[in-house]
């Protein structure tokens, strides 16, 4: 082996020893792991009211991300999310939800997938509580103006107070889920990032 290809051979195992002892880091300025929660506003509101699925929406970075005290991602980078399923308030209290995923992250021209989710956001699909409610206040109230007039008038009230009752609980609609403009929400990342090198 000549003097050129030994040195060559040494360079570069040297090379890959650097980068062996780079990737082992498990916390690399350059990646984020599993787990990272990021703070965000959204540039428009979302509502289930009018999204759709597979309509797209950039939110901003509200607070830095640090690794190792030094800043990984700064305050301002965009994340692009994407909406996967939306259903509309309805009757019975029903609320509005959506399935939203936060699918990439820019810095500047470069940019990296992500698997980001909210966390603790999404609301409970109906107000059951209020519906059994409704309808057990009309059959109360339809049972005593019923019994005022006749026994058989007791039970004629009830349905119709139960009729009453679910008319009312069926009109009233459910909240739309929403996330104003500018308002502040967390993500978690699902997935490990590794994030470019990017002079700040």
Sequence with gaps: MNRFAATTSVVLFSVLIFANSISAQPDSLYRLPAGTRIRLTIDAELSSKVASVNDTYLATVASPVFVRDLVAVPAGTLIEGRIKRVERASGFGRRGTMDVTFE?????????????????????????????????????????????????????????????????????????????????????????????????
């Design 104 to 200: 990439s992250l820019r810095f500047g021209n470069a940019s990296r997938p992500i698997e980001g989710v909210l966390t603790g956001r999404q609301p409970a699909a109906s107000s059951r509580a209020f519906n059994i409610g409704s309808i057990l206040a009309g059959m109360a109230g339809g049972t005593a103006i019923g019994a005022a007039s006749s026994s058989r008038g007791a039970l004629i009230g009830a349905g119709i107070g139960a009729g009453i009752g679910a008319g009312i609980a069926s009109a009233r609609k459910g909240t739309e889920f929403r996330i104003r403009k500018g308002e502040e929400f967390e993500i978690e990342l699902r997935k490990e990032v590794t994030l470019p090198v990017v002079d700040y």
